[in-house]
């Protein structure tokens, strides 16, 4: 069974940058597809980026493209989430997720199978 466990949130200043990581366990991550989804307080959880299973394809949401990439080390099984020019309203809880030989390309919660349990970015004014 995969495991994922998210690090690198913390605190910014708008304008500043953080590299989230989400380190997979109990299988390769280049048979995954990976992607990056956040949950505001009182807000729907909602997709910010993905790649398909092998690495050539990466989906972002619209308020966050030029601002953010994924991107995945196979060396060390671990899939990071770069983000620059951070706003307040990036503020939330980031969650990594995975799907077996997936497309990677689905933007609602149902598409993915496997979770982690969450890192929380907060970006001041």
């Known amino acids: 069974q995969v495991q994922l466990v998210e690090s690198g949130g913390g605190s910014v200043q708008a304008g500043g940058s953080l590299t989230l990581s989400c380190a997979v366990s109990g299988h390769t991550v280049s048979s995954y597809a990976m992607g990056w989804f956040r949950q505001a307080p009182k807000k729907e959880r909602e997709f910010v980026a993905s790649?398909?299973?092998?690495?050539?394809?990466?989906y972002y949401t619209d308020s966050v493209k030029g601002r953010f990439t994924i991107a995945r080390v196979p060396a060390k099984n671990t899939v990071y989430l770069q983000m620059n020019g951070l706003k307040p309203e990036d503020t939330a809880v980031y969650y990594c997720?995975?799907?077996?030989?997936?497309?990677?390309?689905?933007?609602?919660?149902?598409?993915?199978?496997?979770w982690g349990q969450g890192t929380q970015v907060t970006v001041s004014s």
């Open positions: 997720t995975g799907n077996y030989l997936g497309d990677g390309d689905s933007w609602y919660e149902g598409g993915w199978i496997s």
């Open positions: 790649m398909n299973w092998n690495g050539q394809k990466t």
